[in-house]
């Protein structure tokens, strides 16, 4: 198993976030970065909204980083952690732009990149950009099958159900000969979705024994990414036993890498936490080559 990190900051829940976050910009997410990719971390997140409806916002949070540009940032900060979306929404994109933007991305950051794409449910923000809402998992399954056949290909072809293209020039592409695609969701059909389109499944809002039945009912392909995200935030310096307790329980479910969150009051004390987080996790197996 590996650890990654579900970056502070870039996303502000009202019930969750610290409260060095709320004036903390791009610059103290890059040092966290930069001592992630040093301590040899797998990755950092950055999701979408476009514009969340105020109501929503109140509850479930309004600030939303853009990934194509915050994970930009960090590539050039970095140079081993992958940068990783979680997730883009496939409803809000023509298969070719994600292709395109993350496809340079992928070429900025030396093949740095895992695409998190989710179904999406917010129909609010699918009527503001005029997206269609009705049908969108069959149209996310094509929009997957065409993203495997676009990504890493300067003139890529595809002819599905929604998407329909050749004979167009799509440069700069990928340089992953295989760009790692996460699913994520909170279902068994996601859990399917993963299995059949994906190299990975980004389960949420779950508890952990729902996640160990669902995949235990439907195993996953070898060399499949199971991300098991820890729930409340890990406090390594400060309740060692529970971390610890945390990430086994992460493995024991089929976890191959754990999402986790770090409770900080600053900079400075979330990299000495990740720095206690290796330490205690080291013993354990975990991996960070």
Same mark, same amino acid.
């Given at each position: 198993? *590996?650890?990654?990190?579900?970056?502070?900051?870039?996303? *502000?829940?009202?019930?969750?976030?610290?409260?060095?976050?709320?004036?903390?910009?791009?610059?103290?997410? +890059?040092?966290?970065?930069?001592?992630?990719?040093?301590?040899?971390?797998?990755?950092?997140?950055?999701?979408?909204?476009?514009?969340?409806?105020?109501?929503? !916002? !109140?509850?479930?949070?309004?600030?939303?980083?853009?990934?194509? +540009?915050?994970?930009?940032?960090?590539?050039?900060?970095?140079?081993?952690?992958?940068?990783?979306?979680?997730?883009?929404?496939?409803?809000?994109?023509?298969?070719? #732009?994600?292709?395109?933007?993350?496809?340079?991305?992928?070429?900025?950051?030396?093949?740095?990149?895992?695409?998190?794409?989710?179904?999406?449910?917010?129909?609010? #923000?699918?009527?503001?950009?005029?997206?269609?809402?009705?049908?969108?998992?069959?149209? +996310?399954?094509?929009?997957?099958?065409?993203?495997?056949?676009?990504?890493?290909?300067?003139?890529?072809?595809?002819?599905?159900?929604?998407?329909?293209?050749?004979?167009?020039?799509?440069?700069?592409?990928?340089? *992953?000969?295989?760009?790692?695609?996460?699913?994520?969701?909170?279902?068994?059909?996601?859990?399917?979705?993963?299995?059949?389109?994906?190299?990975?499944?980004?389960?949420?809002?779950?508890?952990?024994?729902?996640?160990? &039945?669902?995949?235990?009912?439907?195993?996953?392909?070898?060399?499949? #990414?199971?991300?098991?995200?820890?729930?409340?935030?890990?406090?390594?310096?400060?309740?060692?036993?529970?971390?610890?307790?945390?990430?086994?329980?992460?493995?024991?479910?089929?976890?191959?890498?754990?999402?986790?969150?770090?409770?900080?009051?600053?900079? #400075?004390?979330?990299? &000495?936490?990740?720095? !206690?987080?290796?330490?205690?996790?080291?013993?354990?197996?975990?991996?960070?080559?």
């Amino acid at each position: 198993m *590996q650890i990654g990190i579900v970056s502070p900051v870039l996303i *502000q829940h009202p019930t969750t976030r610290a409260d060095w976050e709320v004036g903390a910009g791009i610059d103290e997410v +890059a040092r966290i970065a930069e001592a992630a990719d040093r301590l040899g971390y797998h990755h950092m997140t950055c999701s979408e909204h476009i514009a969340v409806p105020v109501e929503i !916002a !109140a509850e479930r949070g309004g600030t939303y980083w853009d990934p194509l +540009a915050t994970l930009g940032f960090l590539a050039a900060r970095t140079s081993r952690l992958r940068l990783v979306t979680q997730v883009l929404v496939l409803g809000y994109h023509h298969p070719l #732009e994600i292709a395109k933007r993350y496809g340079t991305l992928d070429r900025i950051s030396g093949g740095r990149v895992t695409l998190g794409l989710g179904v999406g449910s917010l129909r609010e #923000e699918f009527d503001l950009i005029g997206a269609q809402f009705e049908g969108r998992g069959a149209r +996310a399954d094509d929009a997957l099958r065409a993203l495997r056949a676009a990504l890493g290909s300067p003139n890529p072809q595809y002819h599905g159900e929604f998407y329909d293209f050749e004979d167009f020039v799509v440069e700069p592409h990928a340089v *992953q000969d295989r760009v790692p695609l996460w699913i994520g969701g909170r279902t068994p059909r996601s859990l399917r979705r993963a299995i059949t389109l994906g190299d990975g499944w980004v389960p949420f809002g779950l508890p952990l024994g729902d996640l160990a &039945d669902m995949l235990a009912k439907a195993p996953v392909p070898e060399g499949m #990414e199971v991300v098991l995200n820890a729930g409340r935030a890990l406090d390594p310096t400060g309740n060692a036993d529970r971390t610890a307790t945390s990430l086994s329980r992460l493995r024991d479910a089929g976890a191959t890498i754990a999402s986790v969150t770090v409770a900080a009051t600053g900079v #400075e004390h979330y990299v &000495d936490q990740l720095e !206690a987080l290796k330490a205690l996790a080291v013993p354990l197996g975990i991996d960070f080559t």
